[in-house]
């Protein structure tokens, strides 16, 4: 383990040499985790309410798919694009800035009363998501010391519970209350403007010596070509997942309604069970991996859920809810190790490659629930869950990643 030094006359904890690893900074992640809770779950309280809005707006499947694509495509092609510029050109406050697009999002939602405000309401809230995310994982990798595995599987375990809170704070709220009281979720967005602007301050004092330390990373001796081939490796992975994810997130309460006559409180409670599995899930991908390597932690977390995926269609709503825990709590771990092994691969440009990964995880989830929701109106659910249910062997490609020395 490395020693921090400190030098003499600085503050305690103040590293005497850029270059030096400092330690982790613990309640820096705990302030990012938080916000990452506050930006997830009220982008989760949209996926919620589909029923509502499809009720109320008389949409179709395809279009419950298409809300979902807009909000994701904002989010998806813009942040690669600002993970790219704030590597060259950091802007640690542009976290409550992205904050502020979330909160004006999901006030002209509890507004939105047509199909076209919906989208300009999920667009708005995706542009948020969109400079939120590389900026915050990019804190959080600053903050991590040497345990990036930990400090990645904190930062998104805020994001998975807020994503599981959505759909309980929905239930509770909205669907008593109807769409309007969704404008309340905008106090949780003005909270995380005020603790990201502190987060801001720290990430202004701290980023100089980060962007050196990065710069000095002693690599891992793959050539170009290896690192180009593990790239689309982790790319075909992340398509595993957030196709599966997105099957799950956006249709399961219909498939619980339709196959099982649940209502809809009762579905989103089963909805609220395996988004909480995933962020259980997430605690144990980042530290597993500082520990015995990220690429295993990919092997089992991906092609690990494989066998509860293709007995999920074909059982019980006992079982149905026991699966879907398993599955959630098993291909959550995936993200974070995936996400640090990609960083390491390409040491320098944490910004561009959060940005890119994060991005392609909404892209995918996006693509996924429009083109999801066309089958879904043509063939039904039961068909969704019975063709996804192959998507978690694409696993099998990890076999085709390097080993990264572990440091």
Known sequence: MEKTLTAPGSPAGQPASPLAVPPTAYAIIAAISFSHLLNDMMQSVLLAIYPMLKQDLVLSFAQVGLITLAYQLTASLLQPLIGLYTDHRPKPYSLPVGMGFTLVGLLLLGQAHSFGLVLLAASLVGIGSSVFHPESSRVARMAAGARPGLAQSLFQIGGNLGTALGPLLAALIIVPYGQGSAAWFSLAALAGVLVLSRVGHWSAHHVASFRTRMRAHPGHALTRRQVAVSLLV????????????????????????????????????????FLLATAVGTVAGGPIGDRIGRKRVIWGSILGVAPFALLLPHVDLLWT????????????????????????????????????????????????????GQLADSAGLGMVYELCAYLPLIGLLTVFLPDIAHR
């Open 321 to 372: 809810g026991v699966l879907s825990v398993l599955i959630g709590l098993i291909l959550a771990s995936a993200f974070s190790a995936i996400l640090v092994y990609a960083q390491d691969l390409v040491p320098g440009k944490v910004g561009a490659i959060s940005g890119l990964f994060f991005g392609l995880a909404f892209g995918l989830a996006g693509i996924g629930a429009a083109l999801l």
């Open 234 to 273: 982790l790319g075909a992975l992340m398509f595993s997942k957030f196709f599966y994810m997105a099957s799950l997130q956006t249709f399961y309460t219909f498939y619980l309604m339709e196959k099982f006559a649940l209502p809809l409180q009762q579905a989103q409670m089963y909805l609220f069970a």
